[in-house]
Structures are given as structure tokens and as C-alpha cells.
């Protein structure tokens, strides 16, 4: 059984950083691309940032690129999502999620695995 849990959110002013973990566990994934999503209130989840384990080909929605970057200790088993001059708009619950197919897609439905997600919020 594949268990992902995230750790890093809180509270931030405007233009501040924070730095989310996923932590996996239960499997071995090398193979596995990970990805980072987020779900804002009354908004669809979408696509944050992507990374493929082994390769390192990275991944970024328009809207966090140049802020936002992804990446991985392959010997923790753990992703990182290391965020820069966040806006109020990156306020939302950030989840971790696994591919065991590798694809790297920026579509939830392709992910298998979930964590149980970590809240960020920005304040103005």
C-alpha cells in the first residue's frame, strides 16, 4: 500500500515562501512520476508542478512558473515543492500525488496515489 503524507503548510504573507514535502512510503518508485496539485474552495483541483523520479524532467503550470519549483530525494523517498513570492491566489489545499505509470501527466485522473493534503494559505 502506497501512502504519500505532506507536511509544510501555514500561513504566509504575500511575496513569502514555504516549502511542502510528500513523503512516500509502501513502494519502490523508481518509476513513478510525482506530481503536486491544489484545490482552492469552490475551484476544480488542478495541476501544480510535475517531476519524473528517475529522469528529473520537471513540469509547472503557467501560473507558478518562475516561483515554483519541484524536486526530489530519491534516497528519502520524499518531493519537494519549494514555493516563492506566493500570492493570495496560491491559497488553496496542496496535495501530493503518484503515478505508478510515469507519465508525468498533468491530469489528476492519471494519478493513483493521494495524500491527504496540506493548506496553504496567503495572506494580502
Known amino acids: 500500500q502506497v501512502q504519500l503524507v505532506e507536511s509544510g503548510g501555514g500561513l504566509v504573507q504575500s511575496g513569502g515562501s514555504l516549502r511542502l514535502s510528500c513523503a512516500a512510503s509502501?513502494?519502490?518508485?523508481?518509476?513513478?512520476?510525482m506530481g503536486w496539485f491544489r484545490q482552492a474552495p469552490g475551484k476544480e483541483r488542478e495541476f501544480v508542478a510535475g517531476?519524473?523520479?528517475?529522469?528529473?524532467?520537471?513540469d509547472y503550470a503557467d501560473s507558478v512558473k518562475g516561483r515554483f519549483t519541484i524536486s526530489r530525494d530519491n534516497a528519502k523517498n520524499t518531493v519537494y515543492l519549494q514555493m516563492n513570492s506566493l500570492k493570495p491566489e496560491d491559497t488553496a489545499v496542496y496535495y501530493c500525488?503518484?503515478?505508478?505509470?510515469?507519465?508525468?501527466?498533468?491530469?489528476?485522473?492519471?494519478?493513483?496515489?493521494w495524500g491527504q493534503g496540506t493548506q496553504v494559505t496567503v495572506s494580502s
Open positions: 500525488a503518484a503515478d505508478r505509470r510515469g507519465a508525468g501527466s498533468s491530469r489528476s485522473s492519471e494519478y493513483d496515489y
Open positions: 509502501g513502494r519502490t518508485f523508481s518509476r513513478y512520476a
Open positions: 517531476i519524473r523520479w528517475v529522469s528529473g524532467i520537471t
